[in-house]
Nanobody
Framework: EVQLQASGGGLVQPGGSLRLSCAASGFSFDDYAVGWFRQAPGKEREAVSCISGSGGNTWYADFVKGRFTISRDNAANTVYLQMSSLNPDDTAVYYC???????????????????WGQGTLVTVSS
């Protein structure tokens, strides 16, 4: 059974940090790129970051560049999203998703992802 389990969300003050984890099982993890998406209330789900299967290539949305870092540990079948300098606009449910054969021009396309996790809520508030 394929599973993606996102965790690590919570309440954090503006300027604070959180690390999200995405634990995978049931598929050949290092053959898949993994992306993080987020969805704020009343808004569309948007791409945040993506990392290739080997971890050698990464992509970030402009609104998180310099603040978020994506990484992966293929031995542990886990992808991480280190988030810092958080602000209230970062409040959303964060989802991880895995894609086989993802090309660079498609990292933001939700339809290209084969498996999705359940989401973890990040709330940035004082």
């Amino acid at each position: 059974e394929v599973q993606l389990q996102a965790s690590g969300g919570g309440l954090v003050q503006p300027g604070g940090s959180l690390r999200l984890s995405c634990a995978a099982s049931g598929f050949s993890f290092d053959d898949y790129a993994v992306g993080w998406f987020r969805q704020a209330p009343g808004k569309e789900r948007e791409a945040v970051s993506c990392i290739s299967g080997s971890g050698g290539n990464t992509w970030y949305a402009d609104f998180v560049k310099g603040r978020f870092t994506i990484s992966r540990d293929n031995a542990a079948n886990t992808v991480y999203l280190q988030m810092s300098s958080l602000n209230p606009d970062d409040t959303a449910v964060y989802y991880c998703a895995a894609a086989f054969g993802l090309i660079a021009s498609s990292v933001t396309n939700k339809d290209q992802y084969d498996y999705w996790g359940q989401g973890t809520l990040v709330t940035v508030s004082s």
